[in-house]
């Protein structure tokens, strides 16, 4: 699938699991409002507090496949056992109206989103060192010692790739790196609220 030229500007967040993604995405969507979050989804469970439709969309195996099947999707891959995709409608229509968003996926799919929408820019976030990626991740108390172990093993091969990407920036100190996200984002605002 590929975007027309879109008039909004798309912001991909990506790292490896336990990187920080999500606390990042927070504190950037509390200072700008007006960005638009795309809501992703997935065959996993939720986790405590999180709610269909808000964190992510939770789909069954099979209703997933077959949105897959009908590329209603911008990207998808499968992660830890379970699949994960951007629905491509609503970030569409909010490029097409002008509209910033913002998108918090993984690795894979942030590099399929290269292929079909070359402007968006990407930012993949660092962690401090693989002992502290693997603190993080235990920390959460979701995931079961085999899946810690296969997260591991994905950060470290996704590590490796972060020169693919626009902008690497390390989340060692919290402040720090939404202050460097900020960076990376303030000019898209400028430009697409531009006449």
Same mark, same amino acid.
């Given at each position: 699938m590929k975007f027309a030229q879109p008039a909004g500007g798309l912001l991909v967040l990506t790292g490896p699991s336990g990187v920080g993604k999500g606390t990042i995405l927070q504190a950037i969507l509390a200072r700008y409002p007006q960005v638009w979050l795309s809501v992703s989804a997935t065959t996993r469970g939720p986790r405590p507090g999180e709610r269909h439709g808000e964190n992510y969309f939770f789909l069954d195996r099979k209703t997933f496949m077959d949105q897959v099947d009908r590329g209603q999707f911008l990207e998808w891959a499968q992660f830890a056992g379970h699949a994960y995709g951007t629905p491509s409608?609503?970030?569409?229509?909010?490029?097409?109206?002008?509209?910033?968003?913002?998108l918090e996926i993984e690795v894979e799919g942030a590099r399929q989103v290269r292929h079909c929408l070359p402007t968006a820019v990407q930012v993949f976030l660092y962690p401090p060192s693989l002992a502290v990626l693997e603190q993080r991740i235990r920390a959460r108390g979701s995931d079961s010692e085999v899946s810690?172990?296969?997260?591991?093993?994905?950060?470290? #091969? #996704?590590?490796a790739r972060a020169s693919e990407?626009?902008?690497?920036?390390?989340?060692?100190?919290?402040?720090?790196?939404?202050?460097?996200? #900020?960076?990376?984002?303030?000019?898209?605002?400028r430009t697409v609220s531009s006449p």
């Open positions: 409608g609503p970030i569409q229509s909010r490029l097409q109206a002008g509209q910033t968003v913002l810690i172990t296969r997260r591991i093993a994905r950060a470290k #091969e #996704e590590m990407f626009d902008h690497v920036i390390l989340n060692g100190d919290l402040n720090q790196a939404i202050a460097d996200v #900020e960076a990376v984002l303030q000019p898209m605002l």
